[in-house]
């Protein structure tokens, strides 16, 4: 059984994500980084790219396979998770405080078209 | 699982350990059971076993057994000692590689091949195609083998005290038949993984009781995933990736497998114009700067002009580096050339190296 924060929102790609005012957190699941295995390496944006809700903004690897990461809000990268370059099996170790990077969202209402704790947990069920 | 898959006679034994189970060649194999850098680790320091039961047999037997393998395989079989072992391509008539193989000579008129899973209803068409006119029997024995890879530097005590059969004189690219538990199993010193090793073919009942017998030992199982990364440092192709119907063996820079002042073979004119002409591309090592993993399919490029494609890529295990094989256009192929690899939306700086990126470790 995967853990689920109750108070995160998520999108279907196994993306999480935190609101607080209009900047947005976002990390993968602990249901994403199982099924990845061990984390060897996180290809992050640059703070001062653009990202896109449902557009890719880089992505996660284990030693197999690289796996998109995409982005569940549109806005402006502000930060990104510098320790993940040095140690990305932080986010294996704990996906939901290693985040991978923050947002200033430009249209707060997008959170509204992810999915709650229970309609994602439906989901990893599938 | 998927409808069609094949299974080896160890697939309940991959289930029952939990291995990540996934297709390949047809066959529903394991891909990890403990993690892939794990497994790769035991195989380079110590003992770790492979279920490769998913490999095809074929036997040659006839007058023209000699004959008939040096016609349709690219390296040169004649007066070779019995127990001998040659690593080598059959190609077609553009020199493009039909498969990749072992071909274990048993006597002059008899030769045990050793093929692909994913080419052998392919290989065993081809083989029997070519094969007319030929005084030469040709058996598929797929089916019938099961076969384990027990490879590591401490394969061989493995192998003597674990499985009891001995093999400590066995030397490296070569092999024996062994009468053990009414029957006769194959033994070879070879293997996929750049370490010292063994590859036993027998029966499905003694292939299980070999894997149980390795298992009680904790011998680690390892899976797809690390047979990959392993043959990868240490520069040994994969067909599919750095050879095909379309990649000569000249092109993945393995002509020295490629004897041309053997009489005939399939695909020698071709093979002998390319040499002479010289290779418009090339297999082979890239190493990145930094951390950035490159992978198959990923393009590389000078000043934004594609020149060559990544073939197989990694953050190797042993070495930590970021490194690849890759078809790259002539000259660019040339060491320490400095390229580009477009990974995902950026460009990161590589150059050129030799695709041998971890030696070797065989007895010899």
């Keep these: ?126 | 699982m998927e409808e069609n898959l094949t299974k080896t006679c160890l697939h309940d034994r991959h289930v029952a350990l939990g291995a990540l189970m996934s297709p390949f060649g047809g066959f529903d194999m394991p891909i990890q059971y403990k993690g892939i850098t794990e497994e790769h680790n035991a195989v380079r320091h110590e003992v770790g076993v492979f279920d490769v039961s998913h490999m095809g047999e074929v036997r040659v037997k006839g007058a023209d057994a000699c004959k008939f393998v040096n016609h349709i395989f690219v390296n040169d079989v004649t007066g070779a000692p019995d127990g001998q072992i040659f690593y080598g391509m059959m190609c077609n008539e553009k020199g493009g590689t039909v498969d990749d193989l072992l071909v274990y000579k048993v006597s002059d008129d008899e030769y045990f091949l050793v093929i692909n899973a994913s080419n052998i209803a392919k290989d065993v068409d081809w083989i029997l195609k070519n094969s007319e006119g030929f005084d030469v029997e040709i058996i598929d024995q797929s089916p019938y083998y099961g076969e384990v890879a027990i490879q590591g530097p401490k394969a061989e005590e493995t192998v003597e005290q674990v499985l009891n059969i001995p093999v400590k004189d066995i030397p490296f690219y070569n092999f024996k038949t062994i009468h053990i538990d009414g029957e006769d199993i194959i033994v070879s010193r070879t293997g996929y993984t750049g370490e010292d090793g063994f590859e036993v073919y027998g029966s499905h009942d003694f292939t299980r009781k070999t894997w149980d017998k390795l298992m009680d030992a904790s011998v680690q199982p390892c899976g797809l995933g690390c047979r990959d990364t392993l043959r990868f440092e240490v520069g040994l192709p994969l067909y599919g990736d750095e050879l095909s119907e379309d990649i000569t063996p000249i092109e993945a820079s393995l002509s020295m497998f490629v004897k041309l002042d053997k009489p005939e073979f399939i695909g020698k004119e071709a093979l002998a114009t390319q040499k002479a002409d010289g290779v418009k591309r090339r297999i082979v090592g890239i190493e990145l700067e930094g951390n950035a993993i490159p992978r198959h399919g990923y393009p590389v490029e000078i000043d934004g002009k594609q020149i060559g494609e990544i073939t197989t890529g990694y953050r190797s295990i042993s070495t930590g580096k970021s490194v690849a094989m890759a078809m790259i256009e002539k000259p660019y192929d040339k060491l320490g050339t400095n390229v580009e690899v477009r990974i995902r939306k950026k460009t990161f700086p590589a150059k050129v190296i030799k695709k041998r990126f971890y030696d070797k470790n065989y007895k010899k």
Aim: proline share 3%; net charge negative.
């Design chain 1, 1 to 126: 059984m995967s853990k689920i924060l109750e108070d995160l929102r998520y999108a279907d790609s196994h993306e999480w994500v935190k609101l607080e005012g209009d900047i947005a957190t976002i990390g993968i699941s602990d249901y994403a980084q199982h099924a990845l295995g061990n984390i060897v390496y996180v290809d992050m944006p640059e703070v001062g790219d653009e990202v896109s809700q449902g557009e890719d903004f880089g992505a996660v690897e284990s030693v197999k396979a690289a796996s998109d990461l995409i982005s569940p809000v549109s806005g402006e990268v502000i930060e990104i998770n510098e320790a993940l370059e040095d140690e990305p099996e932080l986010v294996n170790q704990d996906p939901y405080s290693n985040w991978i990077m923050k947002v200033k969202v430009s249209d707060a209402s997008e959170i509204d078209s992810l999915l709650d704790a229970a309609a994602y947990a439906k989901i990893c069920e599938e």
